[in-house]
Nanobody
């Protein structure tokens, strides 16, 4: 059973940093590739970052490269998204996602993920 819960969102100013967390209450977190997506009002959900099950491989959307970092602590069943130099265009609901299939690499499409959290709001004011 995979149950994902995000936390860490909030209201910040442009240039600030924020760290999102996603905790899985299941027992297979350490064997699953994970990803972060976001959805702004009126827009489709888009890829932000992904990490493989070991944490050795990562991928980022061009819009966040150099500003965001994805990491995981498999001992704590927790996925992180460190967001630096935030911009107003980063405002969105952020979702973590997990794959059904175990192991594998990194995946940047919504269709690759089967489990989703409820989302956490990030608002960046100018």
């Amino acid at each position: 059973q995979v149950q994902l819960v995000e936390s860490g969102g909030g209201l910040v100013q442009a240039g600030d940093s924020l760290r999102l967390s996603c905790t899985d209450s299941g027992r297979t977190f350490s064997s699953r590739a994970m990803g972060w997506f976001r959805q702004a009002p009126g827009k489709e959900r888009e890829f932000v970052a992904a990490i493989n099950w070991r944490g050795a491989m990562t991928d980022f959307a061009d819009s966040v490269k150099g500003r965001f970092t994805i990491s995981r602590d498999n001992a704590k069943n927790t996925l992180y998204l460190q967001m630096n130099s935030l911009k107003p265009e980063d405002t969105a609901v952020y979702y973590c996602a997990a794959r059904l299939m175990l192991y594998g690499g990194v995946y940047n499409s919504r269709e690759a993920y089967n489990y989703w959290g409820q989302g956490t709001q990030v608002t960046v004011s100018s």
